[in-house]
């Protein structure tokens, strides 16, 4: 609020008094439902009752006339019938819905500010095949435009991810508020990344295409390369454990990079693979298979085709193709629009996400209900922005539905969450009101009444 | 097999017949009971929509058609106008002339394919009509085509034939060609800044400016030899007598306005502002001379110059009296357009009808083509959209798309169909030409899908 | 005379496999009797002698009907054989040569200006519609010598390169002088929608649209200024002399047709949308989609070069590869039925054979046309009279009748038969007799037949004008399937795609990076022992390149 602020000192500098007073009213108008406004971006706690509201829990039957009550930063209560405490602040959400915050599972959120032409702002992708230790958590950038302009639709918690090399780094589950990235952070370091080799003709910008048989090659020495990696992690975790249980072993030098892996090779956190195609996926599955791995599909245009070995290996897919065309001419026009409709018929666990780098990770709800308009129920894409996220990021626990014990992630709105032409009345993060300002807000208030 | 022929050729006879060209003319088709949203005199419940000869003829309730017409049910459904998209690089199998800064002599018609499957797309997502624009590589690009989408039929009837001609313009990062540095064996275009793009574009209106004045001399008779007919003057001289509309590509306020008041050194009007991310800052300015402004409605932030833009544009701009439209930019998102229209809506307060004209008539007027389309009014094309719900909800989609009373897509038909072209796909697969004889690698195959765009990656 | 004969005949056990028999003689006199005459102007003579002489055919005539048999003919019995009128290849680039090498440029220099050899045009390389193949032919009876053994005579001949690729010459496929050999020049100007090269306009489709338009409304106005000049030059300033438009006053005034390279539909709608524009007299050249717009052809009355390349799937099946499109899969299935839809719609067309690597293939495939509707007639038609009337030369050659040019094709069996052998083949009265059968004709699809043996890394010396440039190419050979890498100093290392073997030799292509920008290269050669020799077709010409196989 402070650069809003700022904005109105200097309008009023040089404006007319009256005029001064017209954008004063103008602007409480606007905020009149934010009480948030009041503080700085990073909102205000307290205890609040959202009351005589349409209760969407997600989790179990939606309530027509209740209320939430926040306290602590969790929700402390849900129902038709909740005692709400003296002192609390009520508000009154008539006509209002309240929904979890949305989650988007696959982003780049944070790691890169505007991607093309301003190489100083982007941190998505380390050089190097195998970076296992780079982690996202350190290059989110907490004071990033999107955060506000991604939250302020709704979304209070995305994966964001490194993008580069076989092995891109590990992805971190963050909350879209906090001044460090410690206050941002759900689950720090939730999970090792890795781009699937795949065939592909792509030999690099710049470069010409790739010959057949020699893309089959690469893609089978990257595949190689990536499993004598996962062995050679298998291998010094378990010369650290004999040295763990024997000192008199002569003691292992450390390393960061297979250091990192550990975790994922033990099956103790989930490993990312990004994969489209159906042979793809296929490969990824196996490779878990092989390696015991803890996996999730990123990406999963065609894993509905391959839903007999992702369910038999629990692999979930957050699917991030609803705005992209299908590939082929012949693909039907709506392929992967109805995609996440046959993922829920082939009982998939499934989440859809924008897979955005960040400015747009605000189109979430839309990508969600679109998919809902080609087959999907508009119960299942509701879940698939919210609960089956939570689920597939083992966060469900926390976050994904509206329970009393999970974190306060809350949207208030005047209507459908996925609805284009809804408003979001009022956000809460970690039960903290937040302001609904953004870049966008700020630049909206210099300039709508310029004359 | 000749008894196939035989066959055919009595249904082509039968097709030449008198008779059958006679029902030609008075087609007829009627859409009962719809929820119409006119983009102009603003929403009509239970209300059927008579269509003849490809226009609409009459708008009311309980209309009755000619024995023989075809009777579409809208119960329950919405109908809205054909959406425009003001900005597109479909169905071109080329978009940038990179070579010089100023390329006005190409044009978008010569490069037309009309079995673009971006095309079939476009109108499953409710698209009739665009602007086909030149890519944004040079300060003053190529001319225009103004299509619509009519998917199956010969490349000559897709362009407006009466639609005004139009001409690609371009301003700051993609003229100066910010990321296409200069190969080590070449020397960098001229313009590298927003000062030269500037000088481009005005050294292009003097050259322009005396052209003119050497074929004035020349009819005159005041000299001999006939002036060269020069193809990258002539457009320009049809702007400076405002016989071509100026689409221009530009994000920042002050290119913007620079290039209006190049416009105004010129005496023409700038018919489109393309992108305009920044236009909101300058309203006034581009409202006081009438031009339009052509935008995403909240896509932003993927350069430098879209890093100030706001989703609240057309909000801002439909207040100060611009006339807004939302494009795409884009094949991909071309087929949702009439979301990017809801979310006007949300930002800043657009009312609902003043949003949809941002997809329909609001594009039309830019274009020049109001006269004809964008709206559901009498006497119009019958360029209509059936959809499942309300367009700007999200769980609307188009169910029927159609071109002047003409049927271009059909969901239903479409999902029938599916089966069809497996079957053939078999057939044809049996067939000696399409086994292999292993002389040549395997195909590559693809996962991503690039959409047509200025440039390939950016607008 | 023995001592000639002998001469001969250890030229031809040399040097050719067919044997040229008195080829200077001003005595050659033939009688093919007992023959089967398919004249192409008339209906067939089942059974007649035609008599050569000189180079012309002197009189054809039906037995029974006093056949005079010349007492100074030699006769040559007909009896199971058929006379056709000489095959003629509507589009080659016969006795062309590679296209000049010319300088690339090196990384941190300047490009070379992008004009041609032509000093006085003002139009880049690419864009000279004066280059003309009669000005480029190279002589030597030895380059004709497989076409002629297949059965043609007579082929139209076009430059390779280039936007305007240029004016062609109809040929006759024997000779080594090229005086002998050239029938008619100029018998067309040839344009390809291509690009110019890389960061050189016209580098878009469109632009290459506007620079033909540019041009042609140049010529107009330059033959305008001339004629003005031409009445009175007082007070005038001097036309130019540029030679690009000087070549385009024919095509302009419709007097020289133009030849459009144009396969699919869209390609040709925009050919008849020039062809409007500007009133040209034109044609199409491939036409592999021209049915779809046959009654507009009809209507604007362009006249096709139709490839009888037919288009067929090479590409090997894997399971990580992608399924072909439908539309790819209907076209391969429509191609060969074109010629019988241009026919019933009244559209003029002659067979090309559209860089058909096996000249068999072209009758073959004519076959496949009469098998898809067309008229056994139409189609040999199409590779007669119909092309001869098309290049204004009806009156010379295309049939055979008394007084044409004695360009015949004799063979035992039906052309179209699979079974077929070209006995004799006369060009311009002179009689070649293919010492061997020729190959029987490969359907492409029939297996691939044996091929050289190429793999191996090879260090090679590619030689850029000016100078040599180090390299290695590194072979893989399954089969008739090549695969590996290309790497020279200049350009680094790139993969090598559609790599093919064939019986004598290899082709493929890659696309490397040259100061960066990506040129795509175009290599064929051969492997003779442990040396690779060979020609790397670039953008700016063709370079040769020979090497030997390391250890």
Known sequence: MYAWKTTLKTLCAFAPLRLCVLILTLALTAFAQNDGSEQNVLGRAGTFAIQNARIVTVSGATIENGTVLIENGKIAAVGANVSVPAGAEKIDAKGLSVYPGMIDAATNLGLSEISLGVNASVDVAETGEMNPNAKAITAVNPHSAHVNITRVIGVTTVLSFPTGGTIAGQAAVVNLWGATQAEMAVVPVYGLVVNFPRIAAFGGFGQPPIEFSEAVKRRDARLEELRKYFRQA?????????????????????????????????????????????????????????????????????????????????????????????????????????????????????????????????????????????GLSKDE????????????LGIADKLGSIEAGKTANLVVTDGDLLEPRTNVKYLFINGRLIPLTSRHTELYEQFKDRK | MKRVVCFLLILVSGLLSPAFLLGQDKREVLIRNATVLTA???????????????????????????????????????????????????????????????????????????????????????????NLLHGSANAIGGLNTVVKFKWGKPVEDFPIPDAPPGIKFAL?????????????????????????????????????????????????????????????????????????????????????????????????????????????????EIAKRGTGVSIFSDYWGYKLEAYDSIPYNAAILWKAGVVVSINSDSDERMRRLNLDAAKVEKYGGVPEEEALKMITLNAAKQLGIDKRTGSIEVGKDADLVVWNAHPFSVYARPELTMIEGEVYFDRSKDIERRAALEKERQELEKLDVNKSNNTTAPRLPSEKRQAERDDAEYH | MKFGSLLCALAALLLFSVCRVD???????????????????????????????????????????????????????????????????????LALPAPQPAPVPQRGQTAPPPTGPVSN?????????????????????????????????????????????????????????????????????????????FGVYPSSLMGTFAAFRQM?????????????????????????????????????????????????????????????????????????????????????????????????????????????????????????????????????????????????????????????????????????????????????????????????????????????????????????????????PTAPNSNAPAVANVGGNYSITVEIPGQSVGGTLALTQQGALLTGTLTTDHTGSAPIRDGKVTSDGFSFAATVDFGGSQIELDVTGKVAGDRISGTIATPQGAIPFSGTKNP
């Open chain 3, 216 to 440: 042609l409304l140049d010529a107009k106005r330059l033959a305008e200024w001339r004629k003005l000049y031409a009445a009175n030059p007082k007070g005038l300033k001097r036309p130019d002399a540029d030679r690009s438009l000087e070549a385009l006053f024919p095509v302009v005034d419709g007097t020289l047709p133009v030849v459009f390279n144009a396969n699919t539909e869209r390609e040709i709608v925009r050919v008849l949308d020039l062809v409007k524009e500007f009133r040209l007299n034109a044609m199409i050249a491939g036409g592999q989609e021209a049915w779809k717009v046959a009654a507009r052809l009809k209507e604007q009355n362009v006249a096709v070069l139709l490839s009888l390349n037919f288009p067929r799937r090479t590409a090997a099946a894997s399971p990580d590869a992608d399924p072909e499109d439908l539309e790819t899969l209907r076209f391969r299935a429509e191609t060969p039925k074109c010629a019988a839809r241009l026919a019933q719609a009244g559209v003029r067309f002659a067979f090309q054979s559209g860089g058909l690597a096996n000249p068999a293939d072209f009758f073959a495939n004519a076959a496949k046309t009469t098998e898809n509707g067309l008229s056994t007639e139409a189609a040999l038609r199409a590779m007669t009279l119909d092309t001869a009337r098309l290049f204004g030369v009806d009156n010379v050659t295309g049939s055979i009748e008394a007084g044409k040019i004695a360009n015949l094709t004799v063979v035992r069996g039906d052309i179209f038969a699979k079974e077929r052998t070209i006995t004799h083949v006369f060009v311009d009265g002179r009689l070649f007799e293919p010492k061997e059968k020729p190959k029987t």
């Open chain 1, 381 to 392: 894409a509701l879940k698939s922005v919210t609960l089956y996220p939570a689920q597939i």
């Open chain 2, 40 to 130: 102009a005199k603003g929403v009509l419940e239970n209300t059927d929509i008579l269509i003849q000869n490809g226009k609409i003829a009459k708008i009311g309730k309980n209309l009755k058609a000619a024995a023989g017409a075809e009777v579409i049910d809208a119960t329950g459904k919405f109908v809205s106008p054909g959406i425009i998209d003001c900005h597109s690089h479909s169905m071109l199998d080329a978009i940038n002339e990179g070579t010089f800064a100023v390329t006005s002599m190409t044009n978008m018609r010569d490069v037309l394919n009309p079995k673009d499957i971006a095309i079939y797309r476009a109108l499953a997502g409710g698209v009739t009509t665009a």
């Open chain 3, 23 to 93: 080829g200077q003689k001003r005595t050659d006199v033939y009688a093919i009797v007992n023959a089967r005459i398919v004249t192409v102007a008339g209906p067939p003579i089942e059974k007649g002698t035609v008599v050569v002489r000189d180079g012309l055919i002197e009189s054809v005539t039906a037995d029974g009907a006093a056949a005079k048999i010349p007492a100074d003919a030699r006769v040559i019995d007909g009896a199971g054989l058929t006379v056709y009128p000489g095959f003629i290849d509507a589009l080659t680039n």
């Open chain 2, 172 to 284: 700051g990062e993609n003229p100066k060609r910010t990321h296409f540095p200069a190969l080590p064996n070449q020397s960098p275009r001229y313009p590298r800044t927003r000062m030269g793009v500037m000088e481009t574009i005005r050294d292009a209106f003097v050259r322009a400016r005396d052209y003119k004045k050497s074929w004035d001399d020349y009819r005159a008779g005041k000299t001999r030899i006939p002036p060269r007919k020069d193809l990258e003057l002539e457009p320009l001289v049809e702007i400076l007598e405002g016989k071509r509309l100026v689409h221009s590509h530009g994000y920042r306020a002050d290119e913007l306005l620079n290039l209006l008041l190049i416009a105004d050194e010129f005496g023409f009007r700038v018919a489109t502002l393309q992108h305009g991310l920044e236009a909101y800052k300058i309203a006034p």
């Open chain 1, 234 to 374: 298998a291998d010094y975790g378990r010369v650290k454990d004999a040295y763990e249980k024997d000192k008199t072993l002569p003691a292992p030098v450390t390393d960061l990079w297979l250091e990192a892996l550990l975790p994922y090779i033990r099956g103790e956190k989930p490993v990312l693979f990004t994969a489209e195609r159906e042979r793809d996926i296929r490969g990824v599955v196996k490779f878990i298979e092989e390696n015991k791995l803890k996996g999730v599909i990123i990406g999963g245009q065609e894993a509905w085709k391959a839903a007999d070995a992702l369910k038999k290996n629990n692999v979930p897919v957050v699917y991030t193709n609803i705005y992209n065309l299908p590939v082929r001419d012949d693909d039907p026009y709506d392929y992967l629009f109805e995609a996440p409709s046959k993922m829920a018929q082939a009982g998939l666990k499934f989440a859809i996400s924008t897979g955005d780098d960040g400015p747009n990770v605000r189109e979430l709800p839309v990508q969600a209900g679109l998919a809902a308009a080609y």
């Open chain 3, 121 to 197: 045009s003002n139009y880049p390389t690419g864009l000279q519609p004066e280059v003309s193949a009669a000005e480029q032919l190279k002589g030597g009876d030895a380059q004709f010598e497989t076409v002629r053994a297949n059965g043609f005579t007579t082929a139209l001949t076009v430059p390779r390169d280039g936007i305007f690729n240029g004016r062609s010459a109809l040929i006759d496929l024997a000779g080594d002088a090229v005086s002998d050999f050239v029938v008619k020049t100029p018998v067309a100007e040839h344009f390809t929608f291509r690009t110019g090269p």
